[in-house]
């Protein structure tokens, strides 16, 4: 236990410095063009106007004593109001949020459904029909973007066949299409990741042993192959999720979901930068807490692994 | 005479295990189907975007505001004048799509180029030097890794503006990071052969060793994640595109179609579907073609 313990705590300091560095990007980003009360303003903007934005947003200070600033009020979940709404950033982010991460959990969840038991499937009749119709359909899955494949079942689903509504969020009929648009290159993923892992597993001794000895192959397979299996899919899974939480950037677009992806496209739009920084922070930070989760239940099912040894 | 006679025998003799593994990794390569019909079909696609207006030479920004949403030829009411079809202003979808082509595969190919030569560099220093540097390197790109890569490049290209320079250094040097580590992992177990060793140990300097000895190791597996990377942000700059945050209009992108025709989905199926059948055509290609390199260079990437 010590040993996890050193490596917990090892874990939690590389986090913080990630953290660092990711309010260090998201304070310099609106720092790129220049001046940014430029950005914020409309172009006819008057020299009074600037002034007070600037004054009022701290401008005028050293830079480092603006990210200090910055990120000692963001530690509290300080983000200043949104330039727009007049209301806190985080206020905003917050009451979005929950939308955002549903979307995101039921993609994550239909993935993982369907594409399990057809990767295990496809790796146990290597070489079937079955093996090569999913993987040439997972192919086809990695190939659409996501938001395309979005618009298509709309025209389909809602727009031909009137079954679905088109946009917005509150029933279970509405959140059909988007997280299914949205988890499916995640689905043909992990229908090659579990595949590919089975494969490896299988060919294992402990799996020859494991037969040897008479068990069942459905024991062999669900039991002692799927459960080692499981690994390198957990990793990749907590790691998606990120990936997932930006991607409904575009697919609450298209679908007229009411989450921080849409809020944040709206924002920049509206030349809203405080609130645009607040919620890539919000984001990323959910995002570093989710693969700091992950690496504990890594450790938990994979008690082998060497925690000091660079890969 | 003797002398350049030797010299041209020895150069043989250098050259010939290079070409022999050439050949071979070649094979390898036309041995995987999917190689082949990706690689061809990813040809055509570059020659058909190329080559275009010599055949179809028609103004992708030409209005013809009588024959708006004119469907496709094979659809009533379709003619050979506007072969796929016009959009919501009369504009010739066939050459628009073409002209889309350009944007996107140039902006994949040119972005993935910005990413390889930054994560090759950065991952070959991180990986020989090691110490200090190396742990930089390292947590510079879990930095990286832990920032949602869409809300990065629309952040960034929301500030800088958006044009076909500042997408391509965005995706690319948001996209170093896979190549670094890749890299560095290759690096480390390259650094303990003999042949790098030995030439430590008559004295070459490093410079020499990383890009003479080693670089040309990794050269497989940076040739796979590129292919496969061009996949991803070709999908990235259409999502970007069709967010209104691509290559500013007039230039017809792919993603901006999309965009556009979303609002005639009832009416014109054709304005949303033609392009997403384009990207994904173009996608389906490179991946196909990644997947066949990959099995045939360097089977040890099939998690990436």
Redesign the interface.
């Given at each position: 236990m010590g040993i996890m313990l050193q490596y917990l705590f090892k874990r939690l300091w590389?986090t913080v410095?990630?953290l660092i560095?990711?309010s260090m990007?998201s304070f310099f980003?609106?720092h790129?063009?220049g001046d940014p009360v430029m950005?914020m303003l409309p172009g006819d903007a008057s020299t009074q106007e600037i002034e007070t934005l600037r004054e009022q947003l701290g401008f005028n200070d050293p830079l480092y004593a603006q990210y200090l600033r910055f990120a000692g009020n963001a530690a509290q979940g300080e983000f200043g109001n949104s330039l727009y709404y007049k209301v806190p950033a985080m206020a905003l982010i917050l009451e979005r949020l929950p939308a955002s991460l549903e979307l995101a959990a039921a993609a994550m969840l239909i993935a993982l459904v369907v594409a399990v038991p057809i990767g295990i499937v496809s790796a146990v009749r290597r070489g079937s029909m079955v093996d090569m119709g999913s993987m040439l359909g997972a192919?086809?899955g990695?190939?659409?973007?996501h938001?395309?494949?979005g618009?298509?079942m709309?025209?389909l689903f809602s727009?031909k066949l009137g079954w679905l509504p088109t946009s917005g969020r509150g029933s279970l009929a509405q959140l059909v299409m988007p997280s299914l648009a949205l988890g499916m290159s995640l689905m043909a993923m992990f229908a090659r990741?579990t595949r590919?892992?089975m494969l490896e597993v299988l060919s294992l001794d402990y799996i020859r042993t494991a037969r040897s000895k008479g068990l069942k192959e459905s024991v062999v397979i669900y039991k002692h192959a799927l459960k080692n299996a499981m690994i390198?899919l957990v990793t990749?899974a907590g790691m998606q999720f990120?990936?997932l939480?930006?991607?409904t950037?575009?697919i609450e677009?298209?679908f007229a979901w009411p989450g921080v992806g849409r809020l944040?496209?709206q924002a920049?739009?509206n030349r809203d930068?405080p609130l645009?920084q607040a919620?890539?922070l919000v984001?990323?930070v959910i995002?570093?807490a989710v693969?700091f989760l992950v690496d504990m239940l890594y450790m938990y099912l994979d008690p082998q692994i060497s925690y000091f040894e660079d890969? | 005479m003797s002398a350049i006679h030797d010299t041209q025998a020895s150069l043989l003799e250098i050259a010939a295990p290079r070409l022999r593994f050439m050949a071979e990794t070649l094979r390898e390569v036309a041995r995987r189907p999917s190689a082949l019909i990706g690689g061809a079909m990813i040809a055509m696609v570059l020659i058909v975007s190329l080559s275009f207006p010599l055949f179809y030479s028609v103004d992708p920004l030409e209005q013809d505001l009588m024959a708006r949403f004119t469907p496709p030829v094979w659809q009533d009411g379709g003619s050979w004048h506007y072969p796929l079809g016009t959009d919501n202003l009369g504009r010739d979808v066939l050459v628009r799509l073409l002209y889309g082509s350009r944007v996107s595969l140039l902006v994949g190919f040119s972005a993935v180029l910005v990413a390889e030569l930054a994560g090759i560099l950065l991952g070959l220093f991180s990986g020989y030097y090691g110490g200090k540097l190396d742990s930089l390197i390292m947590?510079?790109a879990?930095?990286f890794m832990?920032?949602?890569?869409?809300?990065?490049t629309?952040?960034?290209i929301?500030?800088?503006?958006s044009s076909i320079f500042n997408l391509i250094l965005v995706l690319g040097l948001s996209d170093w990071v896979t190549y670094a580590r890749t890299i560095r992992?290759s690096v480390l177990s390259l650094k303990k052969k003999e042949f790098v060793e030995a030439s430590r140990a008559i004295g070459t300097p490093h410079r020499v060793i990383i890009f003479r000895h080693i670089l040309p190791n990794v050269f497989s597996p940076m040739l796979v994640l590129g292919t496969l990377r061009v996949?991803n942000i070709i999908?990235w700059e259409?999502?970007l595109s069709?967010?209104?945050?691509g290559v500013p209009p007039p230039m017809p992108t792919w993603g901006r179609m999309?965009a556009e025709g979303?609002l005639y989905?009832?009416d014109a199926?054709w304005l949303?579907?033609l392009?997403?059948l384009a990207?994904?055509v173009t996608?389906?290609s490179i991946?196909?073609l990644g997947?066949g390199l990959r099995d045939a260079l360097d089977p040890r990437l099939?998690?990436v």
């Open positions: 590389h410095f990630v560095g990711i990007i980003f609106i790129l063009s950005l192919l086809f990695l190939s659409m973007p938001f395309w494949l618009i298509m709309i025209m727009v990741l590919s892992v390198p990749v990120g990936f939480l930006g991607g950037v575009i677009t298209v944040v496209v920049i739009f930068y645009v919620t890539v984001l990323s995002f570093v693969n890969k | 947590r510079v879990d930095i832990a920032y949602p890569f869409m809300l990065l629309i952040s960034v929301a500030v800088l503006g992992g996949a999908i259409s999502g069709f967010l209104g945050m999309l979303r989905i009832t199926w949303v579907t392009p997403g990207i994904m996608i389906l991946n196909l997947d099939r998690n």
